[in-house]
């Protein structure tokens, strides 16, 4: 077959041309899907980490566009119809791939890069030029059969022709070039797509507008001697099938590799983000796998466990024990190794519960470790070395105040009994004073010494009072010796309760209160001490009547039947002074008042209430306070009906 660029013959001779149009679709579809494998390879490219792996992607992506733009070429010879049979020369139609596999490697490279500006264009034009070669290379395979076959080719459709293939490949790169750097999965595979279906119409439209510069023309009879011809009609199948096959799997491959690659990612990423969680512990952390091997372990563990030699994974734990044992590093196990190793061993292999290990330098460490079912063990060592040592500290600072608490609890319980077993020595010289005092009263009024009983009135007033805070004094002591005893009786309540009013009677008038007692008819015996009975009462109505001036003090007696036994309850409520918060928390301390003005201002010792108290305990009942200040104070006390021994 002869070819010749055209030579100014009448189109009009030359043979008429037809397409077969499912040969075109197909032809089409061929090198979009070639485009599209061949893209996608060139991601593959991109993300390669080592030059052997570059270099197999850049093959496999070539051969296969190269591939696909050689078998769109050739299916699309194949829908070309002409009036005459033709064949295809062998060794030209291999050549005809050599450029366009050529020019796809190039491209695939140049498109790789981080970096390719004006390369595109380069790579755009060898693209262009290299399917161009290909396919007038392809052309020169092109033979008659029973006559010879003439092409002849109009030089401005086929620099057309060039320009088209090398245009649309361009734009199909940039495309391309410019999805890659945004990185958006939904975006990245349309515009792949598209760049794909750009790219396979510059093919296409490069073969097509090709074919539009070429004109047929048959030649003489005599046909050309050919020594190898393809045959037509396996030709379809063999190519649409080996070249779909070959996109199809650089498509899956790919893919599997691009998840393969994005799995490894994120599994180093997994890693790396374990790795710098465990070493941001600040305690030691290990794990231990089935076989108790070390699997992984930070900083800390290694400081911790310094035994002298490199702890890396793979290593026993048997083994790291026996260097941190041999080693001095744990002084619980210092003269007896072997028997500390065997109980280690069995107690790491069963762990239950924290335990604490003596290091070397005084250092103690809390060991916490949990078998993981089907994983192995994890291990967490914490210096807990401060905290040991305030610990023991504090053992000691309790030891020593317990003995202080002894030796003070062993004084003041003989102080306590001192005063106890002084209160006759104590009250004998004051009842003496006393009675003394009183007698020598009576006389100097009957003598008419004004003067002396004056005297003797103050000697007697101040006895008296001494008295009482002696006594209230001995009471308390008393009660805190274990020596004060219930004396129990029947008492016929209401006589009680006239002779306190009578004796705080004075206490009421010199502050001009008024007393209202309350207390029903029908009121059955109490059996109780009648002593402390009175004391309580006279203490809380004296308190009453001492700060409460020109008001009302109300004293009531009421039965509360309750299921097991009868309650009998004293209320003393008042209109004096009243207390804060704060003064109701300590009023039945010792030694206390509201605060140190009372004291001067109303006297007394600050125990009456303490007693008080005291005396209700015994008595198996209970006090209870409502105050406020300026408003008056309400005393309530419980006591049982029945008081038993």
Same mark, same amino acid.
């Given at each position: 077959?002869?070819?010749?660029?055209?030579?100014?013959?009448?189109?009009?001779?030359?043979?008429?041309?037809?397409?077969?149009?499912?040969?075109? !679709?197909?032809?089409?579809? %061929?090198?979009?899907?070639?485009?599209?494998?061949?893209?996608?390879?060139?991601?593959?490219?991109?993300?390669?980490?080592?030059?052997?792996?570059?270099?197999?992607?850049?093959?496999?992506?070539?051969?296969?566009?190269?591939?696909?733009?050689?078998?769109?070429?050739?299916?699309?010879?194949?829908?070309?119809?002409?009036?005459?049979?033709?064949?295809?020369?062998?060794?030209?139609?291999?050549?005809?791939?050599?450029?366009?596999?050529?020019?796809?490697?190039?491209?695939?490279?140049?498109?790789?890069?981080?970096?390719?500006?004006?390369?595109?264009?380069?790579?755009?034009?060898?693209?262009?030029?290299?399917?161009?070669?290909?396919?007038?290379?392809?052309?020169?395979?092109?033979?008659?059969?029973?006559?010879?076959? *003439?092409?002849?080719?109009?030089?401005?459709?086929?620099?057309?022709?060039?320009?088209?293939?090398?245009?649309?490949?361009?734009?199909?790169?940039?495309?391309?070039?410019?999805?890659?750097?945004?990185?958006? &999965?939904?975006?990245?595979?349309?515009?792949?797509?598209?760049?794909?279906?750009?790219?396979?119409?510059?093919?296409?439209?490069?073969?097509?507008?090709?074919?539009?510069?070429?004109?047929?023309?048959?030649?003489?009879?005599?046909?050309?001697?050919?020594?190898?011809?393809?045959?037509?009609?396996?030709?379809?199948?063999?190519?649409?099938?080996?070249?779909?096959?070959?996109?199809?799997?650089? %498509?899956?491959?790919?893919?599997?590799?691009?998840?393969?690659?994005?799995?490894?990612?994120?599994?180093?990423?997994?890693?790396?983000?374990?790795?710098?969680?465990?070493?941001?512990?600040?305690?030691?952390?290990?794990?231990?796998?089935?076989?108790?091997?070390?699997?992984?372990?930070?900083?800390?563990?290694?400081?911790?466990?310094?035994?002298? /030699?490199?702890? /890396?994974?793979?290593?026993?734990?048997?083994?790291?024990?026996?260097?941190?044992?041999?080693?001095?590093?744990?002084?619980?196990?210092?003269?007896?190794?072997?028997?500390?190793?065997?109980?280690?061993?069995?107690?790491?292999?069963?762990?239950?519960?924290?335990?604490?290990?003596?290091?070397?330098?005084?250092?103690?460490?809390?060991?916490?470790?949990?078998?993981?079912?089907?994983?192995?063990? !994890?291990?967490?060592?914490?210096? %807990?070395?401060?905290?040991?040592?305030?610990?023991?500290?504090?053992?000691? &600072?309790?030891?020593?105040?317990?003995? &202080?608490?002894?030796?003070?609890?062993?004084?003041?319980?003989?102080?306590?009994?001192?005063?106890?077993?002084?209160?006759?020595?104590?009250?004998?010289?004051?009842?003496?004073?006393?009675?003394?005092?009183?007698?020598?009263? @009576?006389?100097?009024?009957?003598?008419?010494?004004?003067?002396?009983?004056?005297?003797?009135?103050?000697?007697?007033?101040?006895?008296?009072?001494?008295?009482?805070? *002696?006594?209230?004094?001995?009471?308390?002591?008393?009660?805190?010796?274990?020596?004060?005893?219930?004396?129990?009786?029947?008492?016929?309540?209401?006589?009680?309760?006239? @002779?306190?009013?009578?004796?705080?009677?004075?206490?009421?008038?010199?502050? &001009?209160?008024?007393?209202?007692?309350?207390?029903?008819?029908?009121?059955?015996?109490?059996?109780?001490?009648?002593?402390?009975?009175?004391?309580?009462?006279?203490?809380?109505?004296?308190?009453?009547?001492?700060?409460?001036?020109?008001?009302?003090?109300?004293?009531?007696?009421?039965?509360?039947?309750?299921?097991?036994?009868?309650?009998?309850?004293?209320?003393?409520?008042?209109?004096?002074?009243?207390?804060?918060?704060?003064?109701?928390?300590?009023?039945?301390?010792?030694?206390?008042?509201?605060?140190?003005?009372?004291?001067?201002?109303?006297?007394?010792?600050?125990?009456?209430?303490?007693?008080?108290?005291?005396?209700?305990?015994?008595?198996?009942?209970?006090?209870?306070?409502?105050?406020?200040?300026?408003?008056?104070?309400?005393?309530?006390?419980?006591?049982?009906?029945?008081?038993?021994?």
């Amino acid at each position: 077959m002869n070819h010749y660029f055209y030579d100014g013959r009448n189109p009009g001779d030359a043979l008429e041309t037809r397409y077969d149009a499912g040969l075109v !679709v197909l032809s089409i579809a %061929i090198v979009i899907l070639a485009s599209y494998a061949a893209l996608s390879v060139a991601g593959r490219i991109r993300a390669a980490d080592s030059g052997t792996k570059r270099r197999s992607w850049l093959l496999a992506g070539s051969l296969t566009m190269g591939g696909g733009v050689w078998a769109m070429h050739f299916i699309a010879m194949l829908a070309l119809k002409l009036p005459m049979a033709v064949s295809y020369d062998v060794s030209i139609t291999i050549l005809s791939t050599v450029p366009v596999v050529f020019s796809s490697y190039v491209m695939l490279e140049v498109i790789s890069r981080p970096k390719i500006s004006q390369l595109i264009l380069l790579a755009s034009g060898l693209m262009g030029l290299g399917i161009g070669a290909m396919h007038y290379i392809g052309m020169a395979a092109m033979q008659g059969l029973s006559r010879r076959l *003439i092409m002849m080719f109009d030089p401005g459709l086929v620099a057309l022709s060039v320009l088209t293939a090398v245009v649309l490949s361009s734009v199909a790169l940039s495309i391309d070039f410019i999805v890659e750097r945004n990185k958006k &999965a939904r975006s990245m595979l349309w515009s792949k797509i598209g760049a794909a279906f750009v790219m396979g119409f510059a093919v296409s439209g490069m073969h097509y507008s090709g074919m539009a510069a070429t004109y047929f023309f048959a030649g003489d009879a005599s046909p050309a001697v050919t020594h190898s011809v393809l045959n037509t009609s396996a030709l379809v199948f063999w190519v649409s099938f080996t070249s779909v096959l070959i996109a199809s799997l650089a %498509i899956f491959i790919t893919i599997v590799d691009s998840r393969i690659q994005q799995a490894t990612l994120e599994e180093a990423v997994s890693r790396f983000r374990m790795r710098e969680a465990i070493e941001s512990i600040p305690d030691g952390f290990c794990l231990f796998d089935m076989e108790d091997r070390l699997v992984e372990c930070n900083q800390r563990y290694r400081e911790i466990m310094n035994v002298g /030699v490199p702890i /890396v994974p793979g290593m026993t734990f048997e083994s790291i024990m026996r260097c941190a044992a041999r080693a001095g590093l744990i002084l619980d196990a210092e003269d007896c190794e072997e028997e500390w190793l065997a109980e280690r061993l069995t107690r790491h292999r069963t762990p239950r519960e924290n335990f604490v290990e003596h290091f070397k330098g005084d250092r103690w460490m809390r060991v916490s470790e949990r078998r993981v079912w089907n994983t192995g063990t !994890v291990a967490i060592r914490t210096d %807990i070395t401060e905290l040991k040592q305030t610990e023991i500290e504090l053992s000691k &600072a309790i030891a020593e105040a317990q003995k &202080a608490r002894a030796v003070a609890e062993e004084a003041n319980s003989a102080k306590s009994a001192f005063l106890a077993n002084m209160s006759h020595e104590l009250r004998t010289p004051m009842n003496a004073i006393i009675g003394y005092s009183e007698m020598m009263l @009576e006389e100097a009024r009957e003598s008419g010494q004004e003067q002396a009983a004056g005297d003797l009135l103050k000697i007697h007033s101040s006895a008296v009072h001494l008295l009482a805070i *002696i006594n209230e004094i001995l009471d308390l002591s008393k009660i805190e010796a274990g020596k004060m005893e219930l004396c129990l009786e029947e008492i016929h309540l209401p006589s009680v309760i006239d @002779e306190v009013a009578n004796t705080v009677k004075p206490i009421i008038v010199k502050n &001009a209160n008024t007393l209202f007692i309350d207390c029903p008819d029908g009121i059955p015996a109490v059996k109780t001490d009648s002593i402390k009975l009175r004391q309580i009462l006279l203490n809380l109505l004296s308190n009453a009547g001492k700060f409460t001036h020109a008001g009302e003090i109300n004293f009531s007696v009421t039965l509360d039947d309750a299921p097991e036994h009868g309650w009998i309850v004293f209320a003393v409520q008042d209109t004096g002074i009243g207390m804060s918060r704060d003064q109701v928390d300590k009023v039945f301390a010792a030694f206390t008042q509201a605060d140190n003005s009372t004291t001067r201002k109303y006297g007394g010792t600050g125990l009456g209430l303490t007693i008080t108290r005291k005396f209700c305990e015994m008595m198996g009942g209970t006090i209870a306070i409502d105050s406020e200040p300026g408003q008056g104070s309400l005393f309530v006390v419980r006591l049982p009906l029945t008081l038993s021994c």
